[in-house]
């Protein structure tokens, strides 16, 4: 087994802990660039908690991007390509539907790992009119550090392919605004997805940002959410300090 399967492996059980309640059953999805052709994503339908190796299936980026300048048809037209797509044509797996967004997150943001939950924390705010502005705001410094300036927002589409238009829109939006790479995706009435270079930063960011859903909840019930002002915001990510910190967070 490679060092990037064994690493996404441990990863994804990671994620997938009861205790955590960030996925449940067969929630949630990860994947990990194995170079500039390939890519290994979780299969449909597998648990997190107790996936192994044989829970992934490895895949080629080129016609799962082209799904996203043309689609090849209905569902089952996408599903024929996802088969298609596989490294191993002979694998009974079959990739996540989601496997449109990990491709087009792997590429287009230039990151190495990916990991999408569904943290009940932070879908109290994506089921409720506070999931934008939870979205857009910090509310304490780590939170900043860790999942970035602001987080992209992405509003309720299909899951699959739709949804994988939708988040490369916003995304796009993102990456012209602040000429980086997003660390966190928010999707309503959907979840979480954390961008990282290592399976360590994916875990991080989705822990702080779980943190920073309680947190802002918790505001909630007592008040009005006090929001960082954008400047302090701003000071904070670029301090040479708390570059140097985020950079620690990132090791494996």
């Not at 799962?64 to 048809?73: C, H, K, V």
């Not at 191993?88 to 990990?102: A, I, K």
């Not at 602040?178 to 399976?199: D, Y």
Request: proline share 7%; charged share 20%; net charge negative.
């Amino acid at each position: 087994m490679s060092d990037t399967l064994s690493q996404l492996v441990e990863m994804t059980r990671t994620l997938g802990q009861p205790h955590l309640e960030y996925v449940i059953i067969g929630e949630g999805n990860t994947s990990a660039r194995i170079d500039d052709a390939s890519f290994w994503i979780k299969a449909s339908g597998q648990g997190m908690e107790h996936i192994g190796p044989d829970g992934f299936v490895a895949v080629h980026f080129e016609p799962i991007l082209a799904m996203l300048e043309r689609s090849p048809g209905d569902l089952e037209a996408q599903k024929a390509v996802m088969d298609a797509a596989k490294v191993d044509p002979s694998s009974p797996l079959r990739p996540s539907v989601e496997v449109t967004f990990h491709a087009m997150l792997l590429t287009e943001c230039r990151v190495q790992v990916v990991g999408h939950t569904h943290p009940v924390a932070v879908n109290r705010l994506m089921c409720s009119s506070r999931a934008q502005q939870f979205a857009h705001n910090r509310i304490f410094p780590d939170e900043a550090v860790v999942c970035g300036p602001e987080s992209v927002f992405v509003p309720y589409v299909d899951p699959g392919l739709p949804l994988s238009l939708a988040i490369r829109d916003q995304v796009r939006r993102y990456l012209d605004t602040w000429g980086e790479a997003p660390k966190v995706i928010l999707m309503a009435n959907h979840g979480l997805i954390a961008l990282g270079q290592t399976p360590t930063e994916v875990l991080n960011v989705t822990a702080m940002c779980v943190k920073a859903a309680k947190i802002f909840a918790g505001a909630c019930a007592v008040g009005e959410p006090v929001f960082m002002k954008r400047e302090d915001v701003l000071h904070i990510v670029r301090r040479p300090d708390e570059i140097y910190r985020r950079k620690q967070f990132v090791q494996r």
